[in-house]
């Protein structure tokens, strides 16, 4: 240790050293804690906004292709567009189940 000739000086070395140390483990529990939970908050705030803008654009294009089938292709008689995007929506889902399929099988086969 060094040698102090009075004690104010010794104080106050004392004192930098608690504060440097009190510093290092501020950056310290920052870049192991708030740092990783801070990208993660980001992430999940982004993934959210990024699903409620991909259902808005879903509904407004089925909107938009009820109204434009319904207006030109079948002129009024909108059972038919309702009858179409309803075929459509099958077709999606019928592909969508047999795809889950394979996902589904090998989740079970882990368990």
């Known amino acids: 240790m060094a040698e102090y000739p009075n004690e104010a000086e010794e104080q106050r070395d004392l004192a930098a050293r608690?504060?440097?140390?009190?510093?290092?483990?501020?950056?310290?529990?920052?870049?192991?804690?708030?740092?990783?939970?801070f990208w993660i908050a980001r992430a999940i705030i982004f993934g959210l906004l990024g699903l409620a803008l991909a259902v808005v654009a879903g509904v407004l294009t089925v909107d938009a292709l009820v109204k434009l089938l319904d207006a030109y292709l079948f002129e009024g008689r909108v059972w038919i567009t309702y009858f179409v995007i309803g075929g459509l929506a099958l077709i999606v889902s019928l592909f969508a189940w047999r795809k889950m399929g394979k996902y589904?099988?090998?989740?079970?086969?882990?368990?």
Request: charged fraction near 20%; proline fraction near 4%; aromatic fraction near 8%.
């Open 18 to 37: 608690a504060a440097q140390w009190v510093d290092e483990i501020a950056k310290f529990l920052q870049n192991k804690a708030v740092s990783p939970l």
């Open 104 to 111: 589904r099988l090998v989740s079970r086969a882990s368990m």
